[in-house]
């Protein structure tokens, strides 16, 4: 029989006995569960007994109604405990639960006697003798009867607990011989197996050292018919077909020590292939991270930090040649600390000495297995901080040295040949990246430069057009303003009984007109360098803010309040603020811009802030300055809007705007030598600073230059085409005491310079404009110097110092020239000049 199936046969009876053993268990068990339960209800009838002993006493002695009523209801439920047989099979514990009832139903009959024998006591009380002695009678037969309840109530209690303890000794019993049976049943299967298998395994294990030593003269012959039958007879057959076609033992070692030859041959190239792969991996990888760069620097760390991890190295850098030495441009991070000790920081110099570094410049890779045998500088520099070897690699571009790649370790013999190619490869790598990395650099200068080149040229070609579209316009414009701002000039001056308000009004006119010829003379300036026509003077700043803030007046509160909007304007102005040198009229004319931006910012309404104050030093140390700040509350801007704010024709109102008013002022703060800063957030506003140096003390405190009053009284021949000019200026001199003649158009004031010098009645001076139809201002002073070269010739032009618009070219046969509108100071100052010039000369 198989061994196999004798263990099941006797798992197979095993299991029977536990199954057996598990049936009794549960029978007993469920028959002491029975006898426990018979127990307890034993138990109540006994503590009920017991109850209506103690209760009928009580009853006897006291008499109370509560007794009464208690010994009924424990009488109740006594009967109801024993009305049923309870599980008591046994004929004993019937007969005895029958005495039990009958005892009960006994004492209910003489509890009721006794009940009885009260009432006679109410109703017969001469009895009550001979009746106490019958409760006595009564009382004492109740407590034998409850006495003789309690009697077989433990009975039947001492016959459970007698069937209770023999169901536990038959359990007992029963469990040990199942128990017995079943260690019986395993001792036996185990025997067997030992016997079958250990003896047959022992001359297994025996044959098979026998083999091992290398005889094969051995047979274990089984003839079990069981699985270690099998086993051995499959042995013999194994080594029966070893005889036959193994070799000798010393062929089988010759074969053993050729395969293990063979094996590590195998092994060292798969582990120099590995190594291969490994580098070709680190070589593409290092290549496509520096490809993806286009600087030195990022390139250069790419790769040292790339070596450090990954060949790895203790210590990495590359060098630019420069000149006759190395200039260090890349440290790694893990190397930082040695190059710190060895003072190869970066842009540290290291001169070139004569071995390795002056055959790496020349093109050479180079390897020192150990440095601390080489006498030479650099090796002496690397083996004091404990390197030992170290391979020095060239970066060439072009055939041309640029630069090495240096690394280094601590070991002796510690780059193999793999590891010096791999470098060699790397440095060819990174010479062609950092070449071409330089190549971009270059090509992106030329590209930035190509595009600053176009955007100045786009930016010039702009302002030639606004500064062309100016001077084409700059004539018509001074034409019209000159006569308002003549009479405005006039009036100030001879009209004595003009009110307050009047003379205030007429001198926010003649500002007006002042601000309006400067924007038109440098509307033209945008495009050229400005030529020094204006001198600068000391300015009021606070003075000159309270100007502004009349002049805008209609802009930042009536035009607003039209539409339901309230704008305030607020002033925050310096103490005891010192003057600066400037053009008061463009700075008002800046300062008007600037208001005029922040009230369309305020669509809503809001504050407009006029902020000055002395500074004594800015952050990069000049000084001192005056800040004129004007700030709103209003939109804002981006970053973009600020960054393209101050460039000409730039706007973002729309149609509405014309990009010239932030131009403007910035032309104002160039031609001041001042800077301006701006501060803008969306939805909190813009503040625009200016810093204006401080004007010298000397110039400060300047006399105020002295008006110049009306001449002696001249003959004055003006010319101009525009008939309100003339009348204006014929006004304007004949109050000042002179002769004035006009002429309508250049022919016409020839005509009449003519017609007077044959007539021998000469014009003492000739005014007349430059821009006139046909004859224009150029050939009527030519022909006044002409006929009369001492004729003092005054040029009127539109187009401010400039006779032709973007000619260049120089006044001809002008003795002055005079920008419209002219001011009555300088019409006086030129006539004066033109008095003393014709006194000169007779």
Known sequence: MKISTRL??????????????????????????????????????????AALRYLSLEYVQHHQTRTKAQW?????????????????????????????????????????????????????????TILLELEARLSGLMMNRAQAMMSDAEDLARISRSKMLSAQSDLVTVGAVLGVLVLLVVIGAMGLTIRS?????????????????GSLDVLLDARADDEIGNLARSFDGMVERLRQTTVSRDELIHANVALQTEVAERQAAERKVVAQLARMS??????????????????????????????????????????????????????YQLSEAMAMGEAARIEIDENGLSRCVRGHLVYEPDIREVDFPFPKRLAKVGMSSMVLAPLLAESTVFGVLIVARAEVNAFSSTDCEFLRQLSEHVALAANQARLYGALQQAYDDLHQSQVQVTKQERLRALGQMASGIAHDINNAISPIGLYAESLLETERGLSENGRACLQVIERAIDDVASTVARMREFYRQREPQLTHSTVNVNLMMQHVVDLTRARWSDMPQQRGIVIEMRQELGVELPAILGVEGEIREALTN????????????GAV?????????????????????????????????????LEPFFTTKGERGTGLGLATVYGMIERHSASIAIESRLNHGTAVKMYFPVAPSTAAGSAPAQVQGPGPGLRILVV????????????????????????????????????????????????????????????????????????????????????????????VNVDQVLSKPPKMRELRLALAKCAEQLAAQA
């Open 8 to 49: 099941k046969l006797a798992q197979i009876i095993c299991i029977a006995l536990l199954a057996i053993m598990a049936v009794v268990f549960a029978r007993t068990t469920q028959q002491m569960r029975h006898e426990i339960a018979k127990a307890e209800i034993t138990g109540d009838v006994l503590r009920g007994a």
């Open 72 to 128: 009924l209801q424990r009488h109740q439920s006594l009967q109801t405990m024993i009305a049923s047989d309870g599980g008591y099979d046994d004929e004993d514990e019937q007969m005895l639960l029958r005495d039990v009832r009958e005892r009960q139903q006994s004492l209910l009959g003489l509890f009721n006697e006794l009940q009885g024998l009260q009432a006679e006591f109410a109703r017969t009380p001469e009895r009550r």
């Open 197 to 213: 298998v250990s003896k047959p395994l022992a001359r297994l294990q025996q044959a098979t050292k026998v083999i091992g030593t």
């Open 282 to 335: 680190l070589l593409h990888q290092i290549t496509r991270s520096i490809g993806e760069r286009q600087d030195l620097p990022s390139i250069f760390q790419v790769v040292v930090r790339c070596l450090e991890d990954q060949l790895p190295i203790d210590f990495g850098a590359i060098c630019l040649y420069q000149g006759d030495e190395l200039v260090v441009s890349c440290v790694g991070m893990q190397s």
């Open 594 to 605: 600037l208001i005029f931006n922040a009230v369309d910012a305020l669509p809503e309404g």
């Open 609 to 645: 802030t006029l902020r000055t104050r002395h500074v004594e030093q800015l952050e990069d140390g000049s000084g001192p300055y005056v800040l004129v700040e004007v700030a709103d509350s209003g939109t804002g801007m981006d970053e973009a809007t600020q960054r393209r704010c």
């Open 720 to 811: 101009d085409d525009d008939p309100t000019v003339l009348a204006s200026l014929e006004n304007i001199l004949s109050l000042d005491g002179h002769h004035v003649t006009k002429a309508d158009g250049g022919q016409a004031g020839i005509d009449q310079f003519c017609a007077a010098e044959q007539a021998g009645n000469p014009f003492a001076v000739v005014i007349t404009d430059l821009g006139m139809p046909y004859v224009d201002g150029r050939k009527v002073a030519e022909t006044v110097k002409r006929l009369a070269p001492a004729t003092p010739v005054v040029l009127l032009t539109g187009w401010g110092q400039r006779l032709i618009p973007d000619s260049g070219e120089a006044p």
